[in-house]
């Protein structure tokens, strides 16, 4: 029986002249993730901070 939740992995794509827009969402993202405002919804559903990923980073799954 699994007594936590597999890492959750996801991730969005843009076109490689989008670099403006992929700054933009990592920042959003960055301030967002772990955050006391996205963590007490999701913490109803079991999951908190152990169970944010700690890599590898989407540049390192791109390299796949």
């Known amino acids: 029986m699994c007594t936590s ?3 959750i992995y ?3 794509v843009f076109p490689p002249n989008e670099q403006v827009a992929v700054d933009t969402i990592n920042a959003v993202l960055n301030g967002h993730l772990g ?3 996205m963590m007490a919804p999701v913490g109803k ?3 908190s901070n152990a169970h ?4 590898p980073t989407t540049a390192e799954f ?3």
Do not use: I, Q, V
Request: proline share 21%; charged share 25%.
């Open 62 to 64: 791109c390299k796949r």
């Open 52 to 55: 944010m990923p700690d890599g």
């Open 45 to 47: 559903c079991g999951l």
């Open 10 to 12: 996801a991730a969005l």
């Open 35 to 37: 955050s006391d405002e």
């Open 5 to 7: 939740p597999p890492p």
